[in-house]
C-alpha cells in the first residue's frame, strides 16, 4: 500500500491555466506538507498543516491555495499558471520532528 | 535565513571506492535526516541523528551529527552502483511548529 500518493503524476498545462495537486497519506500522520523541487533538485519548503490548520505558509504567491479537508489529505491548487511554476512538487507527511518525512512521488508539472 | 551546505555537489567514483558527503550549516538544529533520491522519485529517509557527537551505521553507510549540531556527513565504504542518488540533509527547525530546511544536494554516481 502506497503511504503517500499524489495524483496526477505529470500535468502539463497552458500558461494561466487553473491546475490541482492532490495527495493523500494513509499512515496517521498529523502533520503534512508541500515542497517544490527546482530544476537544481533544491527542495523548498511550501506549506505545511497539522490537523487541517495552516501552520506554515512560506512566502509563496497566492496563486498558490492548499486545502486540507481532513488530516489525511492536503491538495494543492494552482491558479493563473506561470512558466515559472514549472517544477516537481512533493507532498509529505511527518508524525513528528524526529522521525522525519515520508514523501509521495511527485508531480511533475510542466508550463508552456 | 538557515541554510544548509552540502559538498561536494557531484560525485562519480568507481565501485568499491569510498567517501564522504558534507553537509554544514551556521545554525543549530535539533536533529537532522539523510534522504536520499532517486529519478521519478521522493526522497526516502535514510537516518535521523539527534544528539550532538552521535554516530550511527546502516550497512556500508555512517552518519555523524557534529558535537554543537550544525554539521553532519555522510561516509559510504565501499560503493556500490546501487549507491548512485541524490543526497539530502534536512535540519529540523523549530518544535512545534517545525519545519525541515533541506541542503543543497549531493549527486553522487558509482561506476561498475
Known amino acids: 500500500d502506497t503511504a503517500v500518493s499524489q495524483t496526477p503524476k505529470y500535468l502539463v498545462t497552458q500558461m494561466g491555466n487553473d491546475k490541482s495537486i492532490k495527495c493523500e497519506q494513509n499512515?496517521?500522520?498529523?502533520?503534512m506538507y508541500w515542497y517544490k523541487q527546482d530544476s537544481k533538485k533544491f527542495l523548498k519548503i511550501m506549506f505545511s498543516y497539522n490537523n487541517k490548520e495552516l501552520i506554515i505558509n512560506e512566502t509563496v504567491p497566492n496563486r498558490f491555495s492548499p486545502k486540507s479537508p481532513d488530516k489525511a489529505h492536503l491538495n494543492l491548487h494552482i491558479n493563473s499558471l506561470e512558466l515559472g511554476d514549472s517544477a516537481v512538487y512533493f507532498c509529505a507527511s511527518s508524525h513528528g520532528p524526529n522521525y522525519g518525512y515520508t514523501f509521495g512521488s511527485g508531480t511533475r508539472l510542466t508550463v508552456v | 535565513t538557515q541554510l544548509l551546505e552540502q559538498s561536494p555537489q557531484f560525485l562519480s567514483i568507481q565501485e568499491g571506492e569510498n567517501l564522504t558527503v558534507y553537509c554544514n550549516s551556521s545554525s543549530v538544529f535539533s536533529s537532522l535526516q539523510w534522504y536520499r533520491q532517486e529519478p521519478g522519485e521522493g526522497p526516502v529517509l535514510l537516518v535521523t541523528v539527534v544528539t550532538g557527537g552521535e554516530v550511527k551505521k546502516l550497512k556500508r553507510l555512517t552518519f555523524q551529527f557534529g558535537d554543537a549540531r550544525k554539521d553532519s556527513s555522510l561516509h559510504i565504504t565501499a560503493a556500490q552502483p546501487g549507491d548512485t542518488g541524490l543526497y539530502l540533509c534536512?535540519?529540523?527547525?523549530?518544535?512545534?511548529?517545525?519545519?525541515?530546511?533541506f541542503g543543497t544536494g549531493t549527486r553522487l554516481k558509482v561506476l561498475a
Open positions: 499512515l496517521g500522520h498529523d502533520t
Open positions: 534536512a535540519g529540523v527547525v523549530g518544535a512545534r511548529t517545525y519545519k525541515y530546511i
